[in-house]
């Protein structure tokens, strides 16, 4: 009797813990887009206090073939020009509405100066400068938002802020940086 119910129990935990939330946007996995391995890992402390919205200034991208192309070729810049472990931005955001994983929920990224070890870097495949983000992908980056609070990977009360906030670039661009300050989770303050 006891001893069922404690493989009951693991069932019922593994059952739990494979389950995506609904929340969660489509999130493609670094295997789909075909990713270098990272050739070293430094890892986060979830969940984590802010995230930190970038755009990517590539052309944009509207296919799962192009977008996969877009990333790959980010993180081969990454990793051969800078000698980066692995590609900077912990997400892409693509326009066909999908999410590329970069180094994920996890793993140190490398996007933001003094800000890497307490956030995760979103980038919008694109340049958004001059131009709005389609609502397809601000809808998929707020929808991993949510997935990130309920996986537990940031913080329930986490504050969303634009690159420009904490550093000298004018990334996310600023159409782009108008549009997230939409969001109840932007941060004027940071
Ligand atoms: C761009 O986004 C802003 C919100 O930041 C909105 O007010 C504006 O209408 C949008 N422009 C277009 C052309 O969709």
Redesign the pocket.
Known sequence: MFKHSIIFLIHGLLIVSSETPESCPTIKSRSQWSARESTSHNYLINPLPYVIIHHTVTPECNTFSSCSSRVRNIQDYHMDEFQWSDVGFSFFVGGDGNIYEGVGWTEEGAHTYRWNKKSIGVAFIGSYQAK?ASEKMINAAHKLIECGIQLGMLRPNVKIIGASQVSSTKSPGE?LF??I??WSEWESDP
């Open positions: 709005n159409k108008q549009q300050q939409q």
